[in-house]
T-cell receptor
Framework: DAGVIQSPRHEVTEMGQEVTLRCKPISGHNSLFWYRQTMMRGLELLIYFNNNVPIDDSGMPEDRFSAKMPNASFSTLKIQPSEPRDSAVYFC?????????????FGEGSRLTVL | EDKVVQSPLSLVVHEGDTVTLNCSYEVTNFRSLLWYKQEKKAPTFLFMLTSSGIEKKSGRLSSILDKKELFSILNITATQTGDSAIYLCASTSGTYKYIFGTGTRLKVLA
């Protein structure tokens, strides 16, 4: 079975450029989460969706960050304009809300470096 | 604000030692607590706990939850170098929001 698929795996860009990260959740999962991981702050929840609807975006750092989930099989996280402090690993994760195990499944992450 | 705090932040032990990792939480409408292991890439699932006092075990790893005192521990016995990783604790709320702690970085020396 395919897991959560993220792209790109690595992105190096210059300050001011637009960055778009993509995620395909596990088929049938109804919740999708975007996390950012840094050494200093660990795994921070940016936003999560339930049935394609954003439920909580309180973790989105500022207006430069936006996320969409146009359908159950695709989500994007966009940073415009990017800044060096946005450098981090961005994880997408999905789960089946109400499932017995409650497990959250992670993608392999997108490592972003902003120069 | 929902919060998960892990301790210690980092730990260095020798092979064969036993380690205990701690996780405390303050979450509105607590639903479950999960432990993950992260090596080089994505976190991988270890345990989910929902009931107090019931130990979950998998090989040398075990975990228990105390809902009265709002904490969980993860024990690893007879540690091996392959146990070196970041161990993450997460709590879920009634809205199925997963909040993670900053993790405990464990290094096991041969």
């Amino acid at each position: 079975d395919a897991g959560v698929i993220q792209s790109p795996r690595h992105e190096v860009t210059e300050m001011g450029q637009e960055v778009t990260l993509r995620c395909k959740p596990i088929s049938g999962h109804n919740s999708l989460f975007w996390y950012r991981q840094t050494m200093m702050r660990g795994l921070e929840l940016l936003i999560y969706f339930n049935n394609n609807v954003p439920i909580d975006d309180s973790g989105m750092p500022e207006d430069r960050f936006s996320a969409k989930m146009p359908n159950a099989s695709f989500s994007t996280l966009k940073i415009q304009p990017s800044e060096p402090r946005d450098s981090a690993v961005y994880f997408c994760a999905s789960s089946l809300q109400g499932s017995f195990t409650g497990e959250l499944f992670f993608g392999e992450g997108s490592r972003l470096t902003v120069l | 604000e929902d919060k998960v705090v892990q301790s210690p932040l980092s730990l260095v032990v020798h092979e064969g030692d036993t380690v205990t990792l701690n996780c405390s939480y303050e979450v509105t409408n607590f639903r479950s607590l999960l432990w993950y292991k992260q090596e080089k890439k994505a976190p991988t699932f270890l345990f989910m706990l929902t009931s107090s006092g019931i130990e979950k075990k998998s090989g040398r790893l075990s975990s228990i939850l105390d809902k009265k005192e709002l904490f969980s521990i993860l024990n690893i016995t007879a540690t091996q170098t392959g146990d070196s990783a970041i161990y993450l604790c997460a709590s879920t709320s009634g809205t199925y929001k997963y909040i993670f702690g900053t993790g405990t970085r464990l290094k096991v020396l041969a």
